[in-house]
């Protein structure tokens, strides 16, 4: 399977990988970061960057673990490791919102929705042929995809 | 070729059902459960409240069973089991097995209040069968009675009150969610139900109950003398383990079925998993002791560690809340509390560690803190930032991996 | 840095000009279209303006949970406060060339000076309405009368902008209370305003972008071009040269970058000198000659007429400034404004090419700085000339020559201005106007200012300018776009064989190209002058004219104080990326939609060639069906 491997080392904070991939996740309908509405709860990032107070940045990002805490706490079945590629999908139907995914994932990856009906959780950008988003805009190269 | 046999169809047992199935692709797998469709039991307020339909609150897809050639046998109770011919006996039925899972869970739970456990408008909520009883007692009257305000309570009422129900809720507790909330998480929660037509008894029990010609429960009498009529009663006052099937078959239980760290059971090749081990009440818990006792049962000696009980999610009228650990163990510990508008947080902090903590609002990011609270992990030196903590004060990486790590 | 060919075999830009486009790719040198990829990954925050940095709090940047900055400004004061002090920036670029252009006009007075074109003296004069002893007199006069405005302080209205600006607009600029304060002491005000915790409102600072505009777009722009009439001599019309098949190796070549003609008053004759000559001829040359790139290149080719001998062409915009420098047979740059692209500075290490600042604004790190000054220019200019002679001695036949003498075509139409178009055409704008009204003409687009890479060199602004000709739009140019359409063949009078069937029509009647070069971005003033003409004689205001302008390709501040001027007349303007301002629903909404109802101009943001030319021909029926036409 594919994971994005990070090198916090490198991270300078530029957070162009939380804008990408609020960019990847907007729902307006719009395209392009001149547009990306920046204050948008709804659409926030899935990743989030820390400033480690040293001097150095810690990024968090989803790792669609092998053994995931949160598809493991799952009472609906809306979130899965899909077994053929590795990632962990959450389908937001099946979802209930009961958020015992949030309170079981060891990194605190999960978010909850301002609405309250889902949760906002990497999902590797499966929607884009060329992979994540995040990936792509890190002027660094602080993240890349390998296969594990 | 082993022969599998699951008794149940909730947590446990499909989880079990599923991890076997993955290992032995070729071994028969038969699940026996009393309930007909396969559901989620903590969805079962979505149902009740006609948000979703039955499959709606399926957890698996609904051709789990074909897709993964498993046999289901729904709607039969298992009422013995023949530990020596190795035999599970349901109705007229039989079946022989070379391993055995008992995953039958645990049901609502009735306290000796006079009329209560004969009266036909009582019910409870933990299957769908419970959802449809109350469907069709709702369709007659529309003022509910609940008993306990605990999170079955609440989902209850949370789906009658969506539905125009006059929800009267009695807890012996002085507070609403006694075991997960505090005074404060408690107040805010009884104040968005109360907004939504619920009313509370606040440490009040029901008492007795006055009956019409039928049985049927009219009023309940509660402990300080008060009478309240109602249509039908929502027990929400706990749950049992059910264990009779291994009390009749000679499988050793007190209140729950006892097991070792592998799942066994004192009969041989008969496991047991879910909330009728007793191990712990909560739906995650049950899906991994099923995943383990399949492990176990097809020959992967895996050692299931006792889970952490003390864990809960509560979204309420979007009024969410996280709590983990023991909020009332206070002796000796310090408690931070942060308050602004639209946050509450509270901290208890035990010799350097985190060993309990509250969260009501956005609780997103926060499942570090029940990791935390579950291992013990030193927080020395942290505990002035305890409520802005995030993964990035353990940072760590496997470099083989790629998967996180913890660094304390 | 990398000179190595393996080092740069990498993705270059992509560019209208194709020809240039294969040039660059083979170059060993980097230049900017090589450094287009690398800078791709843009910052999302600044794409939107809303990153601040003014002060050690700071960065702050607008996001869900953190939608103010820590002094409490939210997007639209962040966006603002960065818009305001970026037209401030390109305000004073613009007003310090007009300054040294007055300030060399009054120096041509006091030395008694050549002085070029008497009739564009008189008519200033008469727009001034001063007088003066002689000729001399008069330049010192008009001078002063520039000058002192543009040091008045800012609390003081300057003087000259109801003698420049058409009657309808001034009306308009009293009702909004934005008639400017003294030009200097405008920038200084708005630089301050812009500061930390000082204004924090929006709308007041888009309104300080339109005075900003109009002190730019009347001194910067329209003056400076009048000005440098009388010393340089009047545009006149003619066929040129353009591209890099100007270069003649034969010759020792200086390149000139920057705005500031007057600059270049001294030397451009002095260089024609037979003593001068002969320093060339020792040293193996024929001569010397100018080339031009960047805005002041465009100004001698507007002015090329009057100067045949000592300037070769125009050999294209700033974006190839580097790849010009790279063809080896440049000896020497003389900068003293933008865009002096810092990139020339390996390049001309590299290929021992002597820089010589003229202008400390325009210094480059490896420059040689000899200030223009008028007291000093003889002996200056000996100093320079001989500087540059050694330099070719040292550098020719030790360097490798990678000419381009196919780039580019020897007849595109240049020396276009609102006198001598006006002339052109019978001393009259009646046959313009006849065939506007006719339909043969469907409107005018000015396609003006900069030349950008990060998004395609030029690509956008060939493209549109090749859409609005199919739609029987005639198109102005001024600035770089002009550099990048001239050396694309789209003013040469073949070029109408790509306009609409009108327009291609009226072309080859009048033997004109369906695209008219007026020259540098300076010279977007003498568009604006045109449509001035026009509006006055059809007796309507700027807004109604079937006028759009288009900064497609805008590149830098200058470009924004520019745009602002456009706003400020009234008219349509479309960009092809946004001026960092999206983050700000407060700052987007005023410019692209409430400024209509403001001065009846407004932004168009649109990158795409194709649907840009779709709306601003929408504009143009649009008030042609007002007009009745």
């Known amino acids: ?148 | 070729m082993e022969r599998f046999v699951i008794i149940g169809a909730g947590a446990a047992g499909i989880s079990a059902a599923q991890v076997l199935r993955d290992v032995r692709p070729k071994d028969t797998i038969t699940v026996i459960s009393t309930d007909e469709k396969v559901h989620s039991r903590c969805m079962l307020h979505k149902y009740l409240g006609h948000e979703r339909d039955a499959q709606g609150i399926n957890f698996v897809d609904a051709d789990f069973f074909e897709k993964h050639d498993i046999t289901h046998i729904a709607c039969q109770t298992v009422d013995k089991i023949d530990t020596e011919g190795k035999m599970v006996c349901y109705g007229e039925y039989s079946a022989p097995y070379d391993k055995l899972l008992i995953a039958t869970g645990a049901g609502f739970f009735i306290p000796p209040i006079p009329h209560f456990r004969e009266a036909p408008n009582v019910f409870g909520f933990r299957d769908l069968s419970d959802a449809l009883k109350i469907d069709e007692a709702f369709a007659r009257g529309k003022r509910v009675f609940i008993v306990g305000s605990g999170l079955v309570g609440l989902d209850a009422a949370s789906a009658l009150c969506e539905r125009g129900a006059d929800v009267t809720i009695a807890e012996m507790a002085p507070r609403v969610m006694p075991l997960q909330t505090d005074e404060y998480a408690a107040s805010v929660y009884q104040k968005a139900f109360e907004e939504h037509g619920c009313k509370f008894l606040l440490g009040i029990g029901a008492s007795d109950a006055v009956v019409d010609g039928d049985g049927n429960i009219t009023e309940v009498i509660l402990s300080n003398g008060d009478h309240v009529p109602c249509d039908f009663i929502i027990m929400a006052a706990g749950v049992r383990p059910r264990i009779q099937i291994a009390l009749d078959s000679g499988i050793a239980a007190e209140r729950a079925i006892q097991v070792d760290d592998h799942l066994r059971t004192s009969a041989p090749d008969v496991y047991a998993a879910g909330d009728c081990t007793g191990l712990s009440g909560v739906w995650p818990d049950a899906m991994a002791q099923g995943k383990a006792a399949a492990w176990n049962m097809a020959g992967v000696e895996e050692v299931y560690e006792k889970p952490y009980p003390f864990k809960n999610t509560s979204n309420f009228f979007g009024v969410t809340m996280l709590s983990a650990g023991r909020l009332d163990l206070t002796e000796g510990a310090d408690v931070l509390v942060h308050k602004t508008a639209g946050e509450y947080k509270k901290a208890v902090i035990t010799d350097g560690k985190l060993t309990g903590y509250l969260s009501l609002g956005d609780i997103s990011n926060e499942g570090l803190y029940l990791y935390l609270i579950r291992t013990g992990t030193d927080l020395s030196g942290k505990t002035d930032k305890i409520f802005r903590l995030t993964f990035a004060d353990f940072y760590g990486i496997n470099e083989k991996n790629g998967e996180f790590a913890y660094q304390v | 840095m990398n000179t190595c060919t393996d080092c740069l075999s990498r993705n270059t830009c992509a560019s209208a000009d194709k020809p240039m486009e294969e040039y660059i790719r083979q170059l060993p040198l980097e230049t900017a279209h090589h450094r287009v990829e690398g800078q791709s990954t843009k910052c999302g925050f600044g794409l939107q303006g809303v990153c601040c940095r003014l002060c050690a709090n700071g960065p702050c940047r607008v996001t869900p949970k953190s939608p103010r900055g820590i002094c409490g400004a939210n997007a639209d004061t962040i966006v603002a406060r960065n818009f305001l002090r970026a037209v401030a920036a390109g305000s004073g670029c613009y007003i310090h060339v007009v300054e040294n252009t007055a300030r060399q006009l009054k120096n041509t007075g006091l030395y008694k000076d050549k002085i070029r074109s008497e009739k564009a003296l008189n008519r200033l004069a008469e727009i001034f309405g001063v007088t003066g002893e002689d000729k001399y007199d008069l330049c010192v006069k008009v001078a002063d009368k520039v000058l002192s405005d543009l040091y008045r302080p800012e609390y003081e209205p300057m003087e000259l902008v109801e003698k420049l600006a058409y009657a309808p607009r001034v009306k308009r600029w009293k009702e909004l209370g934005i008639m400017p304060g003294g030009a200097k002491g405008e920038v200084f005000n708005n630089v301050v305003k812009t500061s930390t915790n000082l204004n924090s409102d929006p709308v007041e600072m888009l309104v300080s972008c339109l005075r900003l505009g109009i002190s730019t777009g009347l001194y910067g722009l329209q003056l400076t071009n009048l000005l440098n009439d009388v010393v340089l001599g009047d545009p006149e019309i003619r066929m040129a040269p353009v591209g890099m098949n100007v270069i003649d190796p034969d010759y020792i070549n200086i390149l000139i970058t920057g705005h500031q003609h007057s600059l270049f008053t001294y030397i451009q004759d002095r260089l024609l000198d037979e003593d001068v000559v002969a320093k060339a001829k020792a040293a193996g040359a024929k001569g010397f000659k100018l080339v031009g790139c960047t805005c002041v290149g465009q100004d001698l080719q507007l002015r090329g007429a009057h100067y045949t001998e000592i300037f070769d062409g125009h050999a294209g915009n700033n974006y190839i400034s580097e790849a010009v420098l790279s063809c080896g047979a440049i000896d020497a740059v003389l900068s003293e404004f933008n865009c002096t692209l810092p990139g020339i500075e390996p390049i001309c290490d590299e290929l021992k090419i002597k820089q010589i600042c003229l202008d400390v604004v325009a210094k480059k790190a490896n420059a040689e700085y000899i200030p223009f000054n008028y007291e000093t220019r003889e002996a200056d200019g000996d100093r320079i000339i001989d500087e540059i002679v050694a330099a070719y001695k040292e550098r020719r036949g030790n360097v490798p020559m990678k000419l381009f003498t196919d780039h580019g075509n020897k007849n595109s139409l240049t020396g276009v201005s609102e006198g001598s178009l006006k002339a052109f055409l019978g001393d009259s704008w009646k046959p313009l106007i006849d065939l506007i009204v006719a339909g043969k003409i469907k409107g005018l687009a000015g396609v003006v200012g900069c030349s950008s890479v990060a998004y395609g060199h030029d690509t956008l602004t060939a493209e549109l300018a090749k859409e609005l000709i199919a739609k029987d739009i005639l198109v102005l140019t001024a600035g770089c776009s002009s550099g990048g359409l001239e050396n694309i063949g789209l003013m040469t009078p073949e070029a109408a064989e790509l306009a609409g069937p009108n327009l291609k029509a009226v072309c080859k009647q009048l033997g004109i190209p369906p695209v008219l070069n007026f020259g540098p971005c300076l010279a977007i003033g003498r568009l604006e002058i045109v449509a001035t003409e026009i509006a006055e004689e059809l007796g309507v205001d700027l807004p109604q004219l079937p006028l759009v302008l288009s900064a497609a390709q805008w590149l830098e501040e200058q470009a924004l104080a520019d745009g602002a001027f456009a706003l400020a007349l009234g008219l349509p303007l479309h960009l092809g990326v946004p001026p960092f301002i999206t983050g700000s629903g407060v700052v987007t909404k005023v410019l692209t939609e409430d400024m209509v109802g403001l001065t009846g101009g407004r932004v168009i943001v649109d990158p795409d060639g194709k649907s840009a030319a779709n709306q601003l021909e929408a504009i143009i029926e649009e008030k042609r069906k007002a007009l009745n036409i």
């Open chain 1, 1 to 148: 399977m594919k994971r994005i491997f990070i090198d916090p080392a490198k991270c300078d904070g530029c957070k162009n990988c939380t804008l990408a991939c609020m960019e990847s996740h907007r729902q307006d309908g719009g395209k392009g970061l001149y547009t990306l509405d920046l204050t948008d709860p709804a659409n926030q990032s899935r990743n989030f960057i820390v400033a480690d107070g040293k001097g150095g940045y810690a990024p968090v990002f989803c790792r669609h673990c092998d053994v995931p805490d949160c598809a493991g706490a799952c009472m609906s079945g809306a979130l899965q490791k899909n077994m053929e590629n590795g990632l962990v999908e959450y389908d937001k139907e099946k979802c209930a919102a009961c958020y015992m995914c949030v309170m079981s994932c060891r990194y605190g990856v999960p978010a909850i929705s301002p609405d309250r009906k889902r949760i906002i959780k990497c999902d590797f950008c499966a929607h884009l042929e060329e992979g994540p988003a995040c990936v792509r805009a890190c002027p660094k190269q602080a993240i890349e995809v390998r296969e594990v």
